[in-house]
């Protein structure tokens, strides 16, 4: 019998991968590799790549407990090619393998990659996920808006998670109206669950230590979950502990408390140490055992089932052009303050902390702080892009892009949000403590001390009000702007116009 490869991918790190399923253990032999075009690609946080390289050893030496004949790269290994299609080349001709079989990347990158491939490469449709991408171009053809919260009520149905025959448990589909209050004076839950690093983890601590030193990122202290069983522990102690309370604060942020009653197990979700199906049903046996309340559990699985599956769909839909787009024709460049946090505004320079230190930010930090701030500024959405793909340890493009380019910038002129999310400072003030202690003052609107998010807003309101004057969801915020005086709006305009000036120029802001 022909002995064939089976790749396996630093996120594929499930047993039941398509490639592995469609595989032979008596003559097959599985390829893995840490390779420095995938560590390279982008900057990526010094935790994602300990996490990734971690999680694989240990999955590699799960296969070969399981008889499988598993051929491993290290990044060290003197003989490593760098690539992927390299290492299946140089693993093709050890073994004499002509075939490889694949599971789908995530990333068009990648499967262009696989396609041009120095030997043939059968790649599987990634089923993992729960709407393939046959079923959701059957959803989404013919629709003039394809908006998420249609498809998130099909994905409900097709589960019959948190479904009460043909309707919605509780009588709503959505009950994110209840999940906004801001933070309470006290936050019961002490953080996801934190793993000490064993041997494995160590080795690659090391590693990284010495082969990614200068990327954007604190590798130390690193208390990420390195396998499925780690995975499993997180996720309970996330159920049992704080998804209780999730719902009603998951929008709100707090400057010196990083996780709130955050699940923080995205990471596990997109490598393929956890599923989605488990995931959701842990969240929903604990609404049915009266140990969750229905907003929280609701809103949780939305995140997973709707958004998640969602993203995918649109991400794949678009094409590999999808990371170009830019509407608004945004080109400011990123300020060195994302990487740096070298900032007055209080809220960019907690986020950017946050980030640096935990490979993390929740969904709020990241869409109305630190991506607001970006599309209020006007900065190039593919700078943002790779921004996100570097520094959050969850990060993949066929999530991050459609979240980036799509919800947070606009850049793909409405396919996944119907108005652009922007705001002043008062949601932030709203949700958050950042504002107290900042040098901008939240109440002023315009001059030096005024916060920046407040004039920015209008500044960028009245960019673009050709394409968004008509728009139903703004038409108020238009006549509120068009109701100020004219003095009232020139002094905003300038106010923006000098704040950008000094941050183009590299001052500090």
């Known amino acids: 019998m022909v002995t064939r490869l089976v790749l396996v991918l630093g996120d594929q790190l499930s047993p039941d991968i398509a490639a592995l399923r469609e595989a032979d253990k008596a003559r097959d032999v599985v390829v893995m590799a840490e390779v420095s075009d995938e560590a390279s690609y982008v900057p990526h946080h010094p935790k994602k790549i300990a996490f990734l390289f971690a999680a694989m050893r240990k999955f590699a030496a799960s296969l070969e407990s399981d008889g499988w004949t598993v051929r491993y790269t290290r990044l060290d290994d003197s003989d490593n090619s760098g690539s992927i299609p390299g290492e299946l080349l140089r693993r093709a001709e050890e073994v004499g393998a002509t075939e490889v079989l694949a599971t789908e990347p995530g990333e068009w990158r990648l499967i262009s990659a696989l396609e041009d491939a120095p030997i043939p490469v059968h790649q599987f449709p990634d089923d993992r996920f729960l709407c393939s991408h046959a079923e959701f171009d059957v959803w989404a053809e013919g629709r003039k808006e394809l908006r998420m919260e249609y498809f998130y009520r099909e994905m409900r149905r097709k589960t019959g998670l948190l479904m009460d025959g043909d309707k919605p448990e509780g009588g709503k589909w959505n009950y994110d109206h209840d999940n906004r209050k801001p933070a309470p004076d006290a936050i019961t839950f002490g953080g996801p669950m934190q793993f000490t690093p064993d041997d494995t983890v160590v080795e690659v601590l090391d590693l990284v230590d010495r082969r990614f030193d200068n990327n954007f990122g604190t590798l130390h202290p690193f208390w990420f979950a390195t396998d499925r069983e780690q995975a499993r522990r997180a996720l309970t102690h996330f159920i049992r502990k704080a998804l209780p309370n999730f719902g009603d604060y998951q929008d709100a942020m707090l400057a010196e408390n990083k996780f709130l009653y955050h699940a923080v197990i995205s990471m596990y979700l997109n490598a393929g140490l956890l599923g989605w199906r488990e995931v959701c049903d842990a969240a929903a046996d604990a609404y049915a055992s009266g140990d969750a309340p229905l907003n929280a559990v609701e809103g949780f699985i939305r995140q997973i089932i709707g958004w998640r599956e969602y993203m995918r769909g649109i991400y794949f839909r678009e094409g590999p052009e999808y990371t170009r787009r830019n509407t608004l024709e945004h080109s400011r460049a990123l300020p060195g303050f994302y990487w740096d946090a070298e900032t007055d505004m209080r809220c960019i320079a907690k986020a950017v902390e946050q980030t640096r230190d935990e490979a993390y930010a929740h969904h709020i930090q990241r869409l109305m702080v630190t991506g607001n701030f970006a599309l209020l500024a006007g900065i190039d959405p593919a700078e943002v892009h790779e921004w996100y793909l570097a520094v959050y340890a969850d990060a993949y493009e066929w999530v991050e ?65 050709d394409r968004f004057g008509k728009n139903p969801r703004m038409a108020q915020m238009y006549r509120t702007w068009m109701r100020m005086s004219e003095e009232k709006r020139a002094a905003t305009l300038d106010s923006a116009e000098a704040f950008l000036d000094k941050m183009g120029s590299g001052g500090r802001v």
Request: hydrophobic content about 30%; overall charge positive; some cysteine.
């Open 401 to 465: 892009a459609p979240n980036v380019i799509g919800m947070s910038q606009f850049a793909d002129g409405g396919i996944v949000g119907s108005k652009p999310y922007v705001s002043g400072g008062n949601y932030i003030n709203k949700m958050s403590d950042y504002c107290k202690g900042c040098r901008y003052e939240i109440g002023q609107k315009t001059g030096e001390k005024a916060c920046p998010f407040n004039y920015l807003y209008w500044a960028f309101l009245h960019r673009h009000r």
